[in-house]
């Protein structure tokens, strides 16, 4: 059975999950392990051509966590309206946003996850 995506993204995401960047890490440590009210999340995960940072695949919901480099990148339109396509829900989050009130950004995360926004 062919894989969904392409065959070097398994290595990539291996590698992007251990090079993190520090909202990632961050945020990871907070939604690991059922952690967050119990939703399952996986991060650097491929999705057809794309490794997103994480994914909760039960509710179909990608977080994508942004440096300043995505402010103005149409890649991101692309992949956005790719994931959409595939049945999946992109919230893109600043990492600036991480840093100044995480909670906020988890609270936000949660109330995706359970359709309240």
Known sequence: MARPYPETARGNARKLRRDGTDPEAIIW???R????NGFKFRRQVPIGPYIVDLVCQERRLVV?????????DLRDVERDRFLQGVGYRVLRVWNQEVFVDRSAVLEHIVAVLEGRA
Not at 33 to 36: D, G
Not at 64 to 72: C, F, I, M
Request: net charge negative; no cysteine; hydrophobic share 40%.
């Open 33 to 36: 392990n059922r952690q967050l």
């Open 64 to 72: 994508e966590l942004d440096g300043w480099q995505h402010a103005y």
């Open 29 to 31: 440590s907070f939604v």
